[in-house]
């Protein structure tokens, strides 16, 4: 430990500039000036009606956004009572849905009022309406929206 250490420095005047990588291969391929070009100039595939995305589908779940629950100032939608929306090719409907609890008041008229709306939608022709129970509903199925509405954010 007593060794005493030197720093040694040499001075130059010029470094030789060392040589480029050369790639034959990647030369004879054209190159793209922009990667975006391809990207930018796509038009948006056409999505079917029925599916996400599709005018019958967004008419569809604008309908069930106009339904509320009496007792929660939310519709049922944001509150998470829809499991599902499967629109047909020909416009047929059917719409998995729950309640907040078995004994909801309003479990007798609430699939009748979501067939009624679905079944106003432009384009919709027959709607089926499946309400099940299992899995159950809870609070993790709302969107942030109706968390925050509730002041549960």
């Not at 004879?28 to 070009?37: G, N, T």
């Not at 948006?44 to 339904?67: N, Q, R």
């Not at 629950?69 to 009572?81: H, Q, S, T």
Request: with cysteine; aromatic share 6%; proline share 9%.
């Amino acid at each position: 430990m007593t060794e005493e250490r030197k720093i040694m420095v040499e001075e130059v005047d010029a470094v030789e500039t060392p040589p480029k990588a050369r790639v034959e291969e990647a030369e004879a391929a054209p190159r793209q000036r922009d990667y975006l070009d391809g990207f930018l100039a796509q038009k948006p595939s056409e999505v079917a009606a029925g599916e996400p995305g599709g005018d019958l589908y967004d008419g569809i779940i604008d309908a069930l956004k106009e339904i509320f629950d009496p007792e929660i100032p939310v519709n049922i939608y944001d509150l998470g009572l829809i499991y599902g929306v499967d629109v047909t090719s020909d416009g047929h409907a059917v719409v998995t849905m729950t309640l907040t609890t078995p004994h909801c008041p309003v479990a007798e008229s609430m699939p009748g009022e979501v067939e009624l709306r679905v079944g106003a939608v432009p384009g919709v022709g027959d709607v089926e309406v499946n309400l099940v129970w299992d899995p159950p509903w809870d609070p993790g199925k709302m969107s942030d929206e109706a968390k925050l509405e509730l002041g549960m954010l």
